[in-house]
């Protein structure tokens, strides 16, 4: 959803060839996807350190980056639309950026029963798809209540999930 806000608010895209908004989506699902595998492969050895409490961190993490996100969406403006996204080096700082929740995602779901390539490859999927819609539709409109409700709704997915898995892990 970070990734949505911010190139559906970004004026500086709405003007680019379409060619480079796939490149920008591209960027994007790169660096966010290497920084799942990465939380991935790092998250399983902390796992094997942690492995009773390896679980209910991973659910605390889905939490509070669901908590950031809730928060994020009531900030009065996002700063992605100021950012010269149009710029290469400036893309790649924002997509390093952007990877940071991505890097916290992988970390949390190493804790979990699924399969990583499977999860990894759907991750790269809806990264690409979720930039590209941002920018296909700010061309059209760029409506900030928009991107701040997707921002909260997301928050609010992760939020939900969290605590379906804490009670799940409790048995409450």
Do not use: C, H, W
């Not at 094997?48 to 993490?61: D, K, T, Y």
């Not at 999927?125 to 991107?147: C, D, E, N, Q, T």
Request: cysteine-free.
């Amino acid at each position: 959803m970070d990734a949505f806000a911010g190139f559906y608010l970004n004026g500086y895209l709405r003007e680019s060839r379409p060619s480079y908004l796939v490149y920008s989506a591209s960027v994007v699902a790169l660096f966010n996807t290497l920084a799942v595998v990465i939380g991935i492969l790092i998250g399983s050895q902390i796992n094997q350190l942690l492995q009773n409490f390896s679980l209910p961190l991973a659910i605390g993490v889905l939490f509070i980056l669901g908590i950031k996100m809730a928060i994020k969406s009531f900030k009065p403006k996002f700063q992605e639309m100021l950012y010269e996204l149009n710029q290469k080096k400036i893309l790649m700082v924002y997509a390093s950026a952007l990877s940071m929740n991505a890097f916290l995602l992988g970390l949390a779901i190493s804790a979990f029963d699924i399969s990583f390539g499977i999860f990894s490859l759907i991750l790269l999927a809806v990264f690409f798809i979720v930039p590209l819609v941002g920018m296909m539709i700010s061309r059209k409109s760029s409506k900030f209540l928009l991107a701040a409700r997707l921002e909260f709704f997301g928050g609010i997915i992760l939020i939900g999930g969290s605590i379906f898995y804490m009670i799940k892990f409790f048995e409450l």
